[in-house]
């Protein structure tokens, strides 16, 4: 609630009177309503705002140690102390170190990219900095994240997102150059750590840091995620663009029309992670094997997943990853990325006896969007308005027995291009001394 | 003694605009009610209206579905300008989450 009010613009310590949950359950005792009525007269006559704090730089803050050593341990435990730690470790921001991160983008620190929601503070370039330093990224790393923090701004019903017990999470899928460029994973192991490919890691960290200190997304405070999964690091990652068999485009020239080569962010909110085991298991042939796998996709996504119902018409139901050797012989079969999709969005609806079973129609009754609401009509139902909602990557390591779907509660999908400053190229000869010549010398 | 100084990771706030003025009195004032209809506020909101009509002579608590209600609704520009031009002295926002 304080987090609603500070957003607006308005000074964060509203009249509030709060109650705990079980109050809010189906046959509650509401004696303390009662009993606490006189806060709600309160708060409507006698009470006062105290806040005062006014826009401007960042404050500096400092810790003393006996050591170094001590210091940084001080820091670690000051940065929890103020709720804005993940429980990690974390690189105190300090001028030395924010200033090296801005070398990574030629807009001026105090450039404005708005306010992040619900909490409503203000994000600047110097901001994002700030959190990535926190997060112990790199300057070439600072470009894909203020571009997912543009996207993520302008994402429809952001500060919803941020809030909701459903606890989704940023996806952001990054196309073009840049990706190998600063060591970003689009193979083996993309959504976890990988001290080859270390930069997803720190930069959804630092967005996910953003989420909470700036955005108030404090876990049981400012959002009401019950589970909060994929919360360190959101997911950040590459599309295998290599690995796109002859004739299929990226994922950002489908979605968001940009040029092939093009250096972009597109930021999908999942709440869900599944791995589908795809393969066949016998003496299955190519066809029959590629067939099966595609219902066995099908059949997962085949849930009344009601909190993609937000992006229904407009957003998607979620991101299915085909590993780059699977998309390749599917291609050789005969698949197109339009007729996978349309196999996907066809065999995923559900029928509406189903349905009714699982209670979901009221959800869609009460849905915001008249073309939702229209949708109850459909019998099968379907999952999304169109095929093209669905957001079908090229990603995974190299092995054919698995894709993986991340469901979505996401009312838009939002592509930024990703602008580098002139002296790029230099920050990447400094990664190459600090970190080894790319991720080709490296791979084990 | 070793000191680190390093910038504070939660970005500022700007204050644009100041909360309403608090009523003198409840007393013959019209209370509205804004709510998201989530859990129990069925139950909970007539109750709250009760009370104010009970200790406050003169109070008029308007329906609770005088507005327009749900997430989707209650933030939005045309339910504040329903508000302000319904006339009332004050508004509960009934939030749950």
């Known amino acids: 609630m304080k987090n609603a009010v500070s957003g607006v613009g308005l000074a964060p310590d509203a009249a509030m009177v709060t109650f705990p949950i079980p109050l809010f359950l189906p046959g509650s005792d509401l004696t303390s309503l009662k009993e606490r009525k006189r806060e709600f007269y309160d708060g409507l006559t006698r009470w006062k705002s105290e806040f005062a704090q006014t826009a401007g730089p960042a404050k500096m803050l400092a810790v003393e140690g006996a050591s170094y050593e001590d210091a940084l341990t001080k820091a670690n435990s000051f940065l929890l102390t103020h709720l804005w730690g993940d429980g990690l470790p974390l690189w105190p921001a300090t001028k030395e170190r924010v200033d090296w991160i801005l070398r990574g983008i030629a807009l001026p620190r105090t450039h404005v990219l708005g306010k992040f929601p619900p909490r409503g503070g203000i994000t600047t370039i110097e901001t994002c900095a700030i959190a990535l330093a926190m997060a112990g990224g790199r300057p070439e790393y600072l470009p894909v994240l203020v571009s997912a923090v543009d996207a993520c701004l302008a994402a429809e019903g952001f500060d919803q997102l941020q809030a909701t017990s459903g606890g989704p999470f940023p996806a952001v899928i990054v196309n073009g150059p840049i990706a190998k460029q600063i060591r970003l994973n689009s193979g083996f192991g993309l959504l976890g750590p990988d001290p080859q490919r270390p930069a997803g890691a720190s930069i959804g960290r630092a967005l996910r840091l953003l989420q909470q200190n700036v955005g108030g997304a404090l876990p049981g405070v400012g959002t009401m995620a019950i589970f909060g999964a994929m919360r360190y690091t959101n997911a950040v990652f590459a599309e295998d663009q290599e690995g796109l068999p002859p004739g299929w485009q990226p994922h950002a020239t489908h979605r968001h029309g940009f040029t092939p080569g093009t250096n972009s962010v597109s930021v999908v909110f999942a709440s869900g992670v599944t791995n589908v085991r795809r393969r066949g298991a016998k003496k299955e042939s190519p066809e029959e094997d590629a067939l099966n796998g595609m219902w066995r996709m099908a059949d997962f996504m085949r849930t009344p997943n009601l909190a993609a119902l937000a992006g229904w018409e407009k957003g998607t139901p979620g991101i299915m990853m085909l590993p780059p050797i699977v998309a390749r012989r599917m291609a050789e079969l005969g698949w197109t990325q339009n007729s996978i999709r349309e196999f996907l969005w066809e065999n995923s609806r559900i029928p509406m006896a189903q349905m009714r079973r699982a209670g979901a129609p009221a959800w869609i009754e009460i849905d915001a969007n008249p073309a939702t609401r229209a949708s109850i009509s459909l019998d099968p139902w379907p999952i999304c308005m169109n095929p093209d909602n669905i957001v079908l990557l090229v990603a995974g390591g190299g092995h054919p027995t698995h894709s993986y779907w991340l469901q979505a509660h996401s009312p838009t999908v939002e592509g930024r291009v990703i602008r580098v400053p002139e002296t790029f190229e230099q920050l990447l000869a400094e990664a190459d001394r600090d970190l080894g010549r790319g991720e080709d010398v490296h791979r084990v | ?97």
């Not at chain 2, 608090?22 to 709510?35: C, T």
């Not at chain 2, 209206?49 to 749900?70: A, R």
């Open chain 2, 1 to 97: 003694m070793v000191k680190l100084e390093f910038h504070d990771p939660s970005g500022t706030l700007e204050v644009t605009q100041p909360h309403a003025p608090r009523l003198a009195s409840l007393e013959g004032k019209r209370i509205g009610f804004v709510s998201n209809e989530q859990w129990q506020a069925y139950r909970m909101l007539p109750m709250l209206k009760e009370m104010l009509e009970q200790d406050f002579p003169g109070v008029t608590v308007l329906p609770i579905d005088t507005y327009p209600q749900g997430n989707a609704l209650i933030g939005t520009e045309e339910t504040a300008a329903q508000v302000k031009k319904s006339g009332v002295d004050a508004v509960i926002v009934g939030n749950a989450a």
